[in-house]
């Protein structure tokens, strides 16, 4: 990796670096300098538009679309020909009423318009272990049900990005491994009309294609980012990402040295599934106390 100026913090691992300053001021100053056209996935999980104002800061409205459209816009530098952008922007509801804000979306269908980009395909990122929220309307009044997932969605430049869902397959069912051991398939056309041949399914490719549900909870109160964070007294980032979700990407989109990149790198968890997986990687992170709290994602 190629060291910025000395007037940033920074830490270095022997595969990336995580930075602590806006990302705005990295993208422009640093990456776009020092590394147009060579990074093949952008993952990141932006500050949500709130409605309660945060530590970090957010937006909402025009105002957060605006920002995030521009923020996208000068990466777009950065992305290697079939490099990939994989944004997940978390719910909102709207101030003082039960109801759901379509900002979210309204600001990925902008970033898809505004930017350029081809929607690859969209994924939801489902957590079974969610608080239930909003409190007021679920907990409380009891008229909602609890909101448990958020969408990812899959940006490219071209259409035909670096993928490989090879990389990504899962164990066949026990049903599955029964048929390849047996060799029988019920082949034939279904009432959908599909017609199934004989050979469409009764071939071993090493495990079964994964959907676009991705199922992950962040529970681990083992996690050593939280112990020697709890150790040493310093701030927990309280919307920390489940390793399976920016591993399943970097899997996806990326081969070994690679780069990745997080431009809300929070905890950093896309560095480190980035390092495990002999990527690549830089990190930004505007926040101190989260910066210097992700140091522990490799520092035991």
């Given at each position: 990796m190629i060291n910025p100026k000395n007037k940033w913090r920074r830490y270095n691992t022997p595969l990336g670096i995580c930075i602590n300053e806006k990302c705005e001021t990295v993208i422009s100053e640093y990456l776009v300098p020092?590394?147009?056209?060579?990074?093949?996935?952008?993952f990141t999980s932006p500050p949500f538009p709130l409605n309660r104002?945060?530590?970090?800061?957010?937006?909402?409205?025009?105002?957060?679309?605006?920002?995030l459209c521009d923020v996208v816009k000068s990466m777009l530098p950065l992305l290697t020909e079939d490099g990939s952008i994989v944004i997940e922007i978390g719910n909102a509801w709207n101030y003082g009423e039960p109801t759901f804000s379509t900002l979210p979306m309204e600001t990925l269908l902008s970033i898809k318009n505004e930017c350029g980009l081809s929607l690859c395909q969209e994924f939801i990122y489902y957590n079974p272990a969610r608080l239930p929220s909003p409190i007021q309307y679920v907990n409380i009044d009891r008229t909602r049900v609890k909101d448990s997932f958020t969408r990812v969605w899959w940006f490219s430049r071209s259409a035909t990005p670096k993928a490989n869902n090879r990389n990504v397959?899962?164990?066949?069912?026990?049903?599955?491994?029964?048929?390849?051991?047996?060799?029988?398939?019920?082949?034939?056309?279904?009432?959908?009309?599909?017609?199934?041949s004989e050979t469409a399914f009764n071939h071993n490719n090493g495990g079964a294609i994964p959907s676009n549900v991705i199922i992950a909870s962040n529970t681990n109160?083992?996690?050593?980012?939280?112990?020697?964070?709890?150790?040493?007294g310093m701030k927990i980032h309280?919307?920390?990402m489940p390793f399976e979700v920016p591993r399943?990407?970097?899997?996806?989109?990326?081969?070994?040295?690679?780069?990745?990149?997080?431009?809300?790198?929070?905890?950093?968890?896309?560095?480190?599934?980035?390092?495990?997986?002999?990527?690549r990687w830089i990190s930004v992170e505007a926040d101190k106390e989260y910066y210097m709290g992700s140091k522990y994602r490799f520092v035991r």
């Open positions: 020092n590394y147009q056209g060579q990074i093949q996935l952008i104002a945060k530590k970090y800061g957010n937006l909402n409205g025009d105002e957060y679309k605006k920002w397959l899962k164990q066949y069912s026990k049903q599955m491994k029964k048929l390849l051991e047996t060799g029988q398939y019920n082949a034939g056309e279904r009432p959908s009309e599909h017609s199934i109160s083992r996690d050593p980012y939280l112990l020697r964070c709890k150790e040493k309280p919307a920390r399943f990407f970097i899997n996806l989109l990326t081969d070994e040295d690679d780069i990745v990149m997080d431009c809300f790198a929070g905890s950093n968890t896309t560095g480190y599934c980035a390092e495990k997986a002999k990527r």
